[in-house]
């Protein structure tokens, strides 16, 4: 009998660092020939209250703007629009980085070193992108009556949106037949949202971005602020997770 309670409402936010490809157009492994990741990473941000954490994020961006000791690199040729992780100037991603830390949120991820995965997978990023959500997404969105699940897309094509989302719902309906204890009768909705959308995607870029960062380099320094927040990292492909008692 499972005695979890269940939460009304919650959001899933979902961004990644690295990205699904393996093979080229002509059957090239552009991950031997370093031409793209070994690594792919989910992040997955939930929330509560998402107007809440929307205007949170937008307040500190605001307020990064009138930060003095920004004023020089914050310049006119300089728009702080959103927080991107990639592209933002140091200051201020380390600023972001522990504001982070103090938000109400929940935080899971999920590592994919590509090569190990299925033939199948590898030579088809968008079914990796899409198995991978799905599990990374299973057995959270069983916790709230009402869940809407958020992707960080730049593509609004259909056949896309669409393709991704039945990858998803394949995973997490295989993990509610073998888990008949969760309750089957709430309400799932999907929504493929750019990045600058909802500050809850740009989180969930800045948690991918830490964890890919120690995966693809080796370097640490972001993963080091954020790792207390994180509830799970799942290393999929070589069976690991790492918790706040056991960190990556």
């Not at 990639?86 to 590592?111: C, G, M, N, S």
């Not at 994919?112 to 959270?140: A, H, T, W």
Request: charged share 25%; aromatic share 10%.
């Amino acid at each position: 009998m499972n005695n979890k309670k269940i939460i009304d409402n919650q959001w899933l936010f979902i961004d990644e660092s690295g990205k699904p490809e393996v093979y080229s157009a002509s059957g090239e492994n552009l991950v031997v020939k370093n031409k793209a990741s070994k690594y792919l990473v989910l992040a997955a941000i939930r929330s509560e209250n998402q107007l809440e954490l929307q205007q949170q994020i937008t307040e500190f961006r605001l307020s990064l703007l009138k930060n003095k000791d920004l004023m020089n690199i914050l310049s006119s040729s300089y728009s702080l629009d959103t927080f991107h992780a990639q592209t933002d100037y140091p200051e201020v991603r380390e600023k972001f980085y522990r504001f982070i830390i103090a938000l109400d949120v929940k935080i899971d991820v999920l590592v994919i070193e590509k090569l190990l995965c299925f033939d199948p997978l590898k030579r088809n990023p968008g079914k990796m992108y899409g198995v991978m959500s799905g599990q990374l997404i299973k057995n959270l969105c069983h916790q709230a009556k009402n869940t809407e699940l958020i992707f960080s897309r730049k593509d609004s094509k259909l056949k896309l949106r669409q393709e991704l989302e039945t990858e998803v719902e394949r995973v997490r309906l295989g993990y509610l037949q073998s888990h008949p204890n969760l309750q089957t009768n709430l309400k799932l909705s999907y929504y493929h949202n750019p990045h600058y959308t909802h500050g809850g995607l740009q989180v969930a870029d800045y948690i991918a971005y830490a964890v890919y960062q120690v995966c693809e380099r080796n370097n640490r320094q972001w993963y080091e602020v954020v790792k207390d927040k994180i509830g799970k990292i799942q290393d999929i492909c070589n069976k690991k997770y790492f918790t706040r008692s056991n960190p990556l």
